[in-house]
């Protein structure tokens, strides 16, 4: 099988799987949904089109680099058109007891709505896609120099290139994901050497994974037009030993652990 692999990494990331307007959830690692929608971006198709060739993909994401769930507070704000004018009666004189009625315009009420949308800070995440090699070649191509912007789940998010990392070939997605090399940052691997890895895959693209958990989610597009609908996608949530290895100096960790700051006293 060819397995084409992605690089999704970025200062912010939000993939959803269910919000609502005032609250805008991410979800921990992209969505089926997500990718398909950014496939399809990338070759320039329309809300409209055909996207069963997609749907048919294998589909399976390896957790490099967690994130940092951060909240975006936002105020949207509403206003209600009421009457033009409305009579109120003002008093002229007290002493004579004589008022007069006049017109004045009405002010349109405003309602302010607190919205808070999360999102995923310095997250990276290694991505694997099974098909043919045909249409794994077009889709490499198109991401490479892509029709529309692409965007990680939300339209603030762009990613950071390249996207693509070319085509491997296995026997399923769920090696390409143990063998490929760990994309986290240089930051991150010093303060998590060796630290096992967290894959979500199609349940039937890593039959082996004894210690799996399987759920399901709601991220398979039926239609992204306008009345937008999802169908239920099984998935299987597993660890993985570090393709980079375990820590290569794990005398040396344990140093820094047992070290006392406080030991010239």
Known sequence: MSVLLLRLAGPLQSWGSSSRFQTRHTGTEPTKSAIIGLLASAQGRLRGDEIEDLLRLHFGVRIDQPGRLVNDMQTAEQKQQTANNHVVKIEVSEEEGSFRYEKKPKKNKSNRLVTHRYYLSDAKFLVALGADSALLEGLDQALRHPRWS?????????????????????????????????????????????????????????????????????????????????????????????????????????????????SFF
């Open 150 to 262: 692409l965007y990680l789940g939300r339209r603030a998010c762009p990613p950071d290139y390249p996207v693509s990392l070319g085509l491997v070939q296995e026997e399923r997605i769920d090696k390409a994901l143990r063998t490929y090399p760990w994309i986290a940052a240089d930051w991150y691997k010093k303060r998590h050497q060796g630290r096992q890895l967290e894959v979500v895959c199609d349940q039937d693209c890593a039959p082996d994974a004894g210690n799996g958990v399987i759920s399901s989610q709601v991220d398979i597009p039926v239609s992204f037009g306008s009345a937008r609908k999802y169908a239920v996608r099984t998935v299987n949530r597993y660890k993985i030993p570090n393709p980079d290895g375990p820590d290569p100096d794990e005398k040396g960790a344990e140093a820094v652990l047992d070290h006392d700051p406080m």
